[in-house]
């Protein structure tokens, strides 16, 4: 149950947070849910576990990806042409109940270093920015959030994602399915209150 709360509570905290900054996220998200569950490379939302190391295994001989810093819990995807500059993407998934409930990336410049401002992530988010505009349509809103800065968000059926500067060198984005986030979210709910009941 402690461990079921630990992914839980960020979630929860996010959710406040951006349906504070902003009500539509509310209505959006609450107005039902389509098929938008496409991520990127053949990957999407609700996809089963073994599927995903599966087409990680197709992905890879066909030299697309490889297996990024940290071991088996990090691809990395190199994009050349598409920017300024050599691109690596690098994912791994959230699985909740073995299917892709969330899907983290991260952005950098392979030439990024302290001295070379030109490839920081301030500098990336924007080009990134566009080239999610382009894929996943142009209606990006705006939040400032309050550890994270500026925070551009898109919710299109049960997908949202979030795109933002991660620090220095990375840009971030987050795809989430909200239709299983919102289920967590009632779970967790209804736990807390099953704590507060009296014992018999």
Same mark, same amino acid.
């Given at each position: 149950m402690h461990s079921f709360r630990f992914i839980l509570l960020p979630i929860i905290i996010l959710c406040t947070i951006l349906q504070s900054c902003d009500s539509s996220f509310n209505t959006a998200a609450d107005d039902g849910f389509s098929k938008s569950d496409s991520l990127f490379l053949g990957f999407h939302l609700g996809m089963a576990q073994k599927d995903f190391f599966d087409h990680c295994t197709e992905l890879n001989k066909q030299q697309k990806i490889t297996q990024g810093p940290g071991g088996t819990t990090n691809v990395e995807y190199r994009i050349v042409g598409e920017?300024?500059?050599? #691109?690596?993407?690098?994912?791994?998934?959230?699985? #909740? *109940? $073995?299917? #892709?409930?969330?899907?983290?990336?991260?952005?950098?410049?392979?030439?990024?270093?302290?001295?070379?401002?030109?490839?920081?992530?301030?500098?990336?988010?924007?080009?990134?920015?566009?080239?999610?505009? *382009?894929?996943?349509?142009?209606?990006?809103?705006? #939040?400032?959030?309050?550890?994270?800065?500026?925070v551009y968000y898109k919710i299109d059926g049960k997908r949202r994602i979030?795109?933002?500067?991660?620090?220095?060198?990375?840009?971030?984005?987050?795809?989430?399915?909200?239709?299983?986030?919102?289920?967590?979210?009632?779970?967790? $709910?209804?736990?807390?209150? $099953?704590?507060?009941?009296p014992s018999n």
């Amino acid at each position: 149950m402690h461990s079921f709360r630990f992914i839980l509570l960020p979630i929860i905290i996010l959710c406040t947070i951006l349906q504070s900054c902003d009500s539509s996220f509310n209505t959006a998200a609450d107005d039902g849910f389509s098929k938008s569950d496409s991520l990127f490379l053949g990957f999407h939302l609700g996809m089963a576990q073994k599927d995903f190391f599966d087409h990680c295994t197709e992905l890879n001989k066909q030299q697309k990806i490889t297996q990024g810093p940290g071991g088996t819990t990090n691809v990395e995807y190199r994009i050349v042409g598409e920017y300024d500059s050599e #691109i690596s993407m690098r994912f791994f998934p959230t699985f #909740i *109940e $073995e299917k #892709i409930f969330e899907m983290p990336v991260t952005y950098s410049y392979v030439a990024w270093a302290p001295w070379n401002r030109q490839y920081w992530a301030e500098e990336l988010l924007p080009k990134v920015l566009e080239k999610y505009k *382009e894929v996943y349509g142009d209606d990006f809103k705006l #939040i400032n959030h309050p550890t994270q800065g500026k925070v551009y968000y898109k919710i299109d059926g049960k997908r949202r994602i979030n795109l933002f500067v991660k620090d220095e060198q990375h840009v971030q984005a987050v795809f989430s399915d909200l239709k299983v986030e919102k289920r967590l979210k009632e779970e967790f $709910e209804k736990s807390q209150l $099953e704590e507060k009941e009296p014992s018999n």
